[in-house]
């Protein structure tokens, strides 16, 4: 079956844009998690959503980060007044209960 | 707080040879551990995972066994192929099952040479 998907591959903006990036969870999964993965270091994690519940946004780096998730299906992160230090790779991936599946990322360069 | 420390890359390796990539970790009560591998051009994908002491997680002919007296989580492999080529993360969760946020290690990039 579909596994979770992302868009855009690739994105490539300026220093002060906003930016929006889109995840497609695996259909049934209840929960949804961002990460962001900067070069050569490991993945942090931003933010995670379970069914309903509010979210649990303590990852998340400043207030410039909001994430959204609609309908318990489609997430969106969105990042605003991008800085150079928000490039990096991120990683949604959706969990039907324990095991998390990833999506292959979102690379994002600020210029 | 909770936190993964794995062993640096890169490692290069020939084929057939055993490998090991250590992992340790840091955590209150006892955190599920996973480690996940990136192939080349791909997501990332669980390669296995234990969720209580003494367990053994396998695949793929990789194993880990969760070490709770040394705070470990190794992965072993006895004959490496060049296919095995990709990036390795250890990895921990702690908290109520489908509520798993997850702290990687930095990852270690493994390259096996023919």
């Known amino acids: 079956g579909a596994g979770v998907s992302q868009s855009p591959s690739n994105k490539v903006t300026e220093k002060g844009k906003d930016v929006e990036l889109r995840c497609d969870p695996i259909?049934?999964?209840?929960?949804l998690y961002w990460y962001r993965q900067r070069l050569g270091q490991g993945l942090e994690f931003l933010i995670y959503?379970?069914?309903?519940?509010?979210?649990?946004k303590s990852g998340l780096p400043s207030d410039r980060f909001s994430a959204e998730r609609t309908g318990g299906s489609v997430s969106t992160l969105t990042i605003q007044r991008t800085q150079q230090e928000d490039s990096a790779v991120y990683l949604c991936?959706?969990?039907?209960?324990?095991?998390?599946?990833f999506g292959p990322g979102t690379r994002l360069l600020v210029l | 707080g909770n936190s993964v420390t794995q062993m640096e890359g890169p490692v290069t390796l020939s084929e057939e040879a055993f490998l090991t990539i250590n992992c340790t970790y840091t955590?209150?009560?006892?955190?599920?551990l996973f480690w996940y591998v990136q192939y080349p051009g791909e997501g990332l994908q669980l390669l296995l995972k234990?969720?209580?002491?003494?367990d053994k997680g396998s695949n793929k002919g990789f194993e880990a066994t969760y070490r709770k007296e040394t705070t470990s989580f190794h992965l072993e492999k006895g004959s490496v192929q060049v296919s095995d080529s990709a990036v390795y993360f250890c990895?921990?969760?702690?908290?109520?099952?489908?509520?798993?946020?997850?702290?990687f290690g930095q990852g270690t990039r493994l390259t096996i040479n023919p």
């Open positions: 259909s049934g999964h209840t929960a």
């Open positions: 991936a959706s969990s039907p209960r324990a095991t998390q599946y």
């Open positions: 990895a921990l969760s702690k908290g109520p099952e489908g509520a798993q946020k997850l702290v």
């Open positions: 959503f379970q069914g309903n519940s509010a979210p649990d």
């Open positions: 234990a969720t209580k002491a003494d």
């Open positions: 955590a209150t009560g006892y955190p599920s």
